[in-house]
């Protein structure tokens, strides 16, 4: 028999963040099917979730900025890479990569290998037009309105630290697992840089 003792630290927190993890992922099923049964329409749940995962995204930069070491980014293709690298990582606990940049650098692709949201997931036929994972492209539509860019928006009349960038995007499935694809990738399209001037007066 195997001796009983005390195990590591290191052992129990691996063991308490796969216990948080899966709860996690079971509680978004819950999630969707809950709004399934709500709404019926598969379009109607795919709009709650990218709302729902707006709300997140909007309030989730403050806490991201919190606990990273990142500051500011010079531009979206930076913004990109810390979303899919050190983001995703932070609040879903995997790393993804940013690929398919056009000419301009205003869109991307983010494509995940792994992703913790559909353990355990099986669609069944009524369900073809679900984009189960929908809540994260409104997580990162909303993160990416929240986030500011230094040098992407030229405002010369104003000291760059007195205004912000919102960055407006689209944010759209391109691939995804359940539907039969290789991969989970997300578009995401910067439609607008938004100047946000502080209302602040030095007199
Ligand atoms: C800045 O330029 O202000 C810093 C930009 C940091 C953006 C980080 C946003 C974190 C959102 C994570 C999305 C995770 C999806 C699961």
Known sequence: MAPVGPRSGDAIFANMERVNAELFTLTYGATVRQLLTDLEEVDEVNKQL???????????????????????????????EVIAKVGFKMFLGVTASVTNWDADGTCCSIVLED????DFV?????????????????????????????SSFAQPSIPSFLWDVSLKTEVTWIRDVLRGDDAYELQVKLVKQVPEEYPYKDD
Request: aromatic content about 8%; glycine content about 8%.
């Open 115 to 118: 992703n913790p949201l559909v």
């Open 50 to 80: 990218d709302q729902m995962g707006y709300n997140i995204g909007i309030r989730l930069v403050d806490e991201f900025l919190a606990k990273s070491n990142v500051s500011r980014c010079v531009d979206f293709k930076e913004t990109a």
């Open 122 to 150: 099986e669609l069944p036929d009524t369900c073809q037009g679900l984009y189960y994972c929908n809540i994260l492209s409104g997580v990162i539509r909303g993160a990416l309105e929240m986030v500011s860019n230094t």
